[in-house]
């Protein structure tokens, strides 16, 4: 069994910074996680990617590219996001996923609003 604690969420003002982290713990090392990231889910809207990053790569949504940076620890399963220059429309409910060989899972999601 994996479960993945997600913390980091929170408020801040526009241009500001937050930094989110994710940890995959329980049988994280044994499942073999290939890639780890973050999508995100604003009201009204469908959840979409952020960013993602795996042994071969890592993505980002152009809407965040030089913005926000993905990082990942393999020696404690987890993954970071560190988003700067935040805008309002970055509000959403953030959403950690793993990828193994045994499927996908996601994270129970953290809220981040960017408001004044």
């Known amino acids: 069994q994996v479960e993945l604690v997600e913390s980091g969420g929170g408020l801040v003002q526009p241009g500001g910074s937050r930094t989110l982290s994710c940890a995959a713990t329980g049988d994280a090392f044994r499942i073999g996680i290939t890639a780890m990231g973050w999508y995100r889910q604003a009201p009204g809207k469908e959840r979409e990617l952020v960013a993602t990053?795996?042994?071969?790569?890592?993505i980002y949504a152009d809407s965040v590219k030089g913005r926000f940076t993905i990082s990942r620890d393999t020696a404690k399963n987890t993954v970071y996001l560190q988003m700067n220059s935040l805008k309002p429309e970055d509000t959403a409910v953030y959403y950690c996923?793993?990828?193994?060989?045994?499927?996908?899972?996601w994270g129970q999601g953290t809220q981040v609003t960017v408001s004044s």
């Open positions: 996923n793993i990828q193994s060989p045994y499927g996908t899972k």
């Open positions: 990053t795996g042994s071969r790569r890592t």
